[in-house]
């Protein structure tokens, strides 16, 4: 296998064919460069799915107010529907609701200041819960809790842009920030890996902004976390919160404009089973470009076998073996599938690269990259297929009698 004489005999013969050892190069390589850019896109693709789930936690179910577009039982359409308290009380005992929390925008008080400092960011009122439904970190301090809805507390919890803004270098844990006119202590300061608006955004205890902000017992939305409910138990769990909040509020059960219910765990089994979907399709695409190109290898080397029988047969008139004359076709053919492999996977992987860099912020594909055990075992699987395919023209060519051989024209 390192016999340094073969290695020049088989340097001699692609000197000499040049164009036909370029070309079977090519169909090697560009099956494996479409393999890792068609899986590169297929996780870009992905990538960026996810990335506009990062957020909201995968398992939520969001409900909004809607207006009515059917009449029913009395009641004409074009009715708003008006979420309150009740409502929220009435969800949170169902089956498979983990987490909950009803929501309150302030939109009319959304300038905060600290000192001279001053900032319009978006104000939510929420219950403790929605930290799950944000899957939002503490980078200091604590998110609200229980004890500051109960007792109606003027205390928040803010953003890091936020904190950036306002506090500078302070620190701002146990400092004052006013929202609108009225003061409010800072008790946390929080991540959200859903990007800068999440990040601009403060809290508040809902029944704190109900009070202060004069808005009684109504409330705008409410969004659950499920757990670990499956795609069918969020759906039978959707369908009882449309009936029993029509019910409540009087509109046909059929009527979808009258609440809007987003479930997101479904929306997102519905992306991963696209995407599984994708990889397979991407999958049988590659292998069939690079079977495609290891049958060009096994083709050129009967052809080289061919042009090379007289060549053998005085070898082996010589007293070269059977195995010597296979090892040199093979070592031919896994040569040209090796390199021809290895640049393949160099440019595709480069290419990847070039457009990760170039295509930051673009809605629903973000960082297209293969993983790099999958590429090399690609590359190894076509570097074995190659010495596969070389093996055939290879038994051929040791079969071949001296006599025979000799003989050929």
Known sequence: ????????????????????????????????????????????????????????????????????????QGYKPGRFIQFTNDDYEKVKPMDKVEHISARVNIRNSTVLSYKSEFGTFDILSIHPDYRYVEDLSMIVGRFLNEIDIEEKRKVVSIGRLVKEALFKNEEALGKYIKVGSIPFKVVGVFD???????????????????????????????????????????????????????????????????????????????????????????????????????????????????????????RKALGASPASVVSLILQEAILITAFAGYVGLVAGVGLLELVSRNMEGVDYFANPEVNINVALLATLVLIISGAIAGFVPAKKAASVKPVVALRDE
């Open 1 to 72: 296998m390192f016999d340094i004489d073969n290695w020049q005999e088989i340097y001699s013969t692609i000197s000499k064919n040049k164009l036909r050892t370029f070309l079977t190069g090519f169909s090697v390589a560009w099956g494996i460069f479409m393999l890792i850019i068609l899986l590169g896109s297929g996780y870009g693709l992905e990538n960026g799915v996810s990335k506009e789930f990062e957020g909201d936690a995968t398992n939520t179910i969001s409900i909004n107010q809607g207006i009515t577009s059917k009449a029913f």
């Open 192 to 314: 959200d890996p859903g990007g800068d608006r999440d990040l601009s955004r403060v809290y508040i205890p809902i029944t704190t902004a109900q009070m202060v902000f004069n808005r009684g017992n109504k409330i705008n939305r409410i969004n659950i976390t499920v757990g670990d409910a499956t795609v069918k138990e969020s759906e039978v769990l959707v369908e009882n919160i449309r009936k029993d909040l029509a019910q409540k509020h009087h509109f046909d059960i059929e009527d979808k404009r009258a609440i809007f219910i987003w479930n997101n765990v479904e929306q997102y089994q519905k992306f991963m089973r696209l995407f599984a979907s994708i990889r397979l399709f991407i999958w049988v695409i590659g292998i069939g470009t690079i079977i495609a190109g290891i049958v060009g290898v096994s083709n050129i080397m009967m052809i080289v076998v061919k042009e090379r029988t007289k060549e053998i047969g005085i």
